[in-house]
């Protein structure tokens, strides 16, 4: 069954891809121009990602302005995708991941303080899984603008 998307919802979901308020209490100001309470808003935006609707709520930032970040990648074997697919995930450093149709099946960005940081995640996940990791860091960066409007039936 196809989900159906309050209008609160919808002027949530699209209304906030882009200009996220950078003020101590976002979630307030979001609030104030939806005509909701604070805690509508952050309910709705815990409920929404639980349900898979969106993956993250966050700033989207140039490439190593703030940290160092890389494209990685992994060859798993498909029984144990879904439980390495989670392994990774719980690393807090890893923004998302995801399974693609190739030799590589595992991708994932991790996001850290640090090149040193990322190299020690890079490791780590080699060293527990018994795996290889391939690092594939940013050699030049694209502005990618990665809100868009959602088509509402």
């Given at each position: 069954?196809?989900r159906?998307?309050?209008?609160?919802?919808?002027?949530?979901?699209?209304g906030f891809?882009?200009?996220?308020?950078?003020?101590?209490?976002?979630?307030?100001?979001?609030?104030?121009?939806?005509?909701?309470?604070?805690?509508t808003?952050?309910?709705?935006?815990?409920?929404?990602?639980?349900?898979?609707?969106i993956?993250?709520?966050?700033?989207?930032?140039?490439?190593?302005?703030a940290?160092?970040?890389?494209?990685?990648?992994?060859?798993?074997?498909?029984?144990?995708?879904?439980?390495?697919?989670?392994?990774?995930s719980?690393y807090?450093?890893?923004?998302?991941?995801?399974?693609?149709e190739?030799r590589?099946?595992?991708?994932?960005?991790i996001a850290?303080?640090?090149?040193?940081?990322?190299a020690?995640?890079?490791?780590?996940?080699?060293?527990?899984?018994?795996?290889?990791?391939?690092?594939?860091?940013?050699?030049?960066?694209f502005?990618?603008?990665?809100?868009?409007?959602?088509q509402?039936?």
């Amino acid at each position: 069954m196809e989900r159906q998307f309050s209008e609160l919802e919808k002027r949530l979901i699209d209304g906030f891809q882009h200009d996220f308020p950078l003020h101590p209490r976002p979630y307030r100001v979001i609030a104030q121009r939806l005509g909701v309470e604070e805690e509508t808003v952050i309910e709705l935006l815990a409920e929404l990602q639980a349900a898979g609707v969106i993956s993250r709520i966050g700033a989207v930032l140039e490439p190593h302005r703030a940290g160092y970040s890389t494209l990685a990648a992994m060859q798993v074997p498909a029984p144990l995708l879904p439980q390495i697919a989670a392994f990774v995930s719980a690393y807090p450093e890893v923004t998302h991941n995801y399974e693609r149709e190739h030799r590589l099946n595992l991708w994932f960005v991790i996001a850290a303080p640090s090149r040193g940081r990322v190299a020690a995640i890079l490791s780590d996940i080699e060293y527990r899984t018994g795996l290889a990791v391939l690092d594939l860091p940013l050699l030049e960066a694209f502005h990618l603008d990665l809100g868009f409007p959602v088509q509402w039936n």
